[in-house]
């Protein structure tokens, strides 16, 4: 009887680890879980879906960091990068080969002075208008891109890219994007977890909780070994 309640508990217990392993991987960066959202809702438009565009987000992740600090008290972004800042400082910031650089067909901005979770951000900070909806639901739109920038006391900032070029075949990252070195912030396409922020914080607390598991995990196995 005591070693089917161990067995049970082992059971039980390895899938918590699993779970939290799966949960620190696939929320690690909140940008890729608001391109998930993004499509969910074209599909609910029957719209066409749009690729990830990993240099898209790049430079979206450029945009607010040169945004960053431009967050009004009721929410609203100052900022509005040059034209040229797109071609001379963010693609070659992100190593975007010039010559697939495509026509950026839509953007959206939004800050907030704390951290929130993708679905929320979507509701409230993005689509907050219908002008916003309008062109998320643009049926020219191909490729899509988020960057996301903040810090631990706020404000956070989000971008959203589209473009209308070809498939896979416009903004491509030099190398696969191994050249990026990003230091704060995070992009859509990218496996790299946000650095710094709230969210880092959330993926810390989940590595802590897996190695506590784990310890637990071999001490009962142990007990079970013993009896």
């Known amino acids: 009887m005591v070693k089917k ?14 779970a939290a392993v799966v949960y620190s991987e696939h929320h690690g960066n909140p ?23 990993p240099g898209l987000g790049c430079m979206a992740l450029q945009y607010v960091e040169e945004c960053k600090g431009n967050c009004s008290s009721n929410n609203i972004v100052h900022c509005q990068p040059q034209e ?21 067909s839509g953007h959206i901005v939004g800050c907030q002075s704390k951290y929130l979770e993708p679905s929320v951000v ?26 996301l920038i903040g810090n631990h006391k706020g ?3 989000w971008c959203v890219l589209f473009s209308n070029g070809q498939t896979n075949s416009t903004f491509v990252l030099e ?17 790299i977890p946000c650095s710094g922020g709230q969210r880092t914080n ?18 009962q196995l142990y007990l079970f070994m013993t009896i």
């Open 155 to 157: 404000p956070f900032f």
């Open 31 to 53: 940008a890729n879980e608001l391109i998930d959202i993004i499509n969910k809702n074209r599909t609910a438009q029957r719209l066409p879906l749009l690729n990830d565009s």
């Open 122 to 147: 979507f509701s409230q900070v993005l689509i907050r208008d219908k002008k916003t909806l309008s062109l998320l639901s643009n049926k020219t739109h191909t490729e899509v891109g988020i960057g």
């Open 5 to 18: 309640v161990c067995c049970s508990e082992w059971i039980i217990l390895s899938t918590l680890l699993l």
């Open 84 to 104: 040229d800042d797109f071609t001379e400082v963010f693609a070659p910031n992100c190593g975007v080969e010039l010559p697939t650089f495509g026509t950026i």
């Open 202 to 219: 959330m993926f810390l607390n989940n590595i802590v909780t897996m190695g506590f598991l784990y310890i637990y995990l071999l001490k």
């Open 175 to 191: 190398d696969r994007g191994q050249g990026i070195k990003q230091k704060k912030g995070c992009f859509s396409g990218s496996s």
